[in-house]
């Protein structure tokens, strides 16, 4: 019988942390949590082991302290909803890469890292990884350079036959419990508590790709659990959503009296007004890890 690999998470205490946290549980995986110093401990945490570490100062025995992750599931991100702050690149990437550089030159073998659907930029339709990242703001073009650095650093191990595997898992449109107060979801439930007729919003015919958290969180630990070397993958539904048909939906299942106002705030200038994820490499990597915990497996 195969034993789980070790799991390590960082940014367990965020909206996708505490998803991934709870697909675990359902695995009967228990995780090692790092956690800053200063940041309370959710109840969500309960059941796992907690390492307190600010990742932007870890100390030189990190991954030890970590207890020897087989597998770290890299969420942690500072500076968010900003997309549009200099800090991500400024403060945030470099820290970054020098925490998971020295995790892996201290041995670890697998690396999951949330990346996003802004590595796009204004690029328009069904998304695949092959096409060439393009980020327009400071968000997105931190976490592509991330990306980058990674990469590199892969090659550089694998000819030194000190090989990591790495899936770089883009994120695309997210809802769930614990999302941020100010996402479309809780926006809608807040006008729907206050008794309001109308909920104020754009003209809706933006289309984007939107996943539950659970379902995000099952693929993200079914790839950790894989510990298989996919490179860039999209997580996403790979189905064209209208945010007006997202909205007229979840007012409609709810049974809410509100209608929407469209076309109240302008559309965002930051994306696209049609993307969506191509998901035929995640179904690919997903029937990949079919069994439930992989023989470890690195490809240059």
Not at 38 to 53: C, E, F, K, S
Not at 71 to 90: D, M, R, T
Not at 127 to 141: D, H, K, Q, S, V
Not at 244 to 270: C, K, Q, S
Request: proline share 7%.
């Amino acid at each position: 019988m195969k034993v789980a690999p070790k799991i390590a998470v960082t940014g367990a205490s965020g909206f996708v942390g505490r998803h991934v946290l709870a697909e675990l549980v359902r695995r009967d995986v228990a995780a090692t949590v790092l956690l800053r110093p200063a940041t309370t401990a959710p109840d969500w945490l309960q059941g796992h082991r907690i390492v307190r570490m600010d990742i932007a100062d870890s100390p030189t025995d990190a991954f030890e302290l970590a207890g020897r992750p087989d597998v770290l599931i890299h969420l942690a991100w500072g500076g968010l909803p900003n997309y549009k702050s200099l800090h991500h690149f400024e403060q945030e990437l470099p820290a970054q890469y020098r925490f998971l550089k020295a995790m892996v030159g201290a041995g670890l073998r697998h690396l999951v890292v949330s990346g996003t659907c802004f590595e796009y930029g204004m690029q328009s339709g069904s998304l695949t990884e092959e096409m060439p990242a393009a980020p327009t703001n400071p968000y997105g073009l931190a976490k592509d350079m991330l990306r980058r650095q990674l990469q590199h650093l892969q090659q550089a191990r694998l000819q030194q036959a000190q090989a990591f595997s790495l899936a770089w898992a883009r994120l695309f449109y997210l809802h769930g419990q614990g999302q941020a107060p100010n996402s479309l979801l809780p926006l809608l439930q807040r006008a729907v508590e206050r008794g309001d007729a109308s909920f104020p919003m754009s003209g809706g015919e933006q289309l984007r790709d939107y996943l539950s958290a659970p379902e995000v969180a099952q693929h993200l630990v079914t790839l950790a659990l894989a510990q298989r070397d996919c490179g860039i993958v999209n997580i996403c539904s790979g189905q064209p959503t209208s945010v007006r048909a997202l909205v007229e939906g979840w007012i409609a299942a709810n049974g809410w009296a509100i209608t929407p106002a469209l076309g109240h705030f302008p559309y965002p200038d930051h994306e696209p007004m049609a993307f969506w994820g191509d998901r035929r490499k995640l179904d690919r990597c997903l029937a990949a890890a079919s069994s439930p915990f992989q023989t470890p497996q690195v490809t240059p």
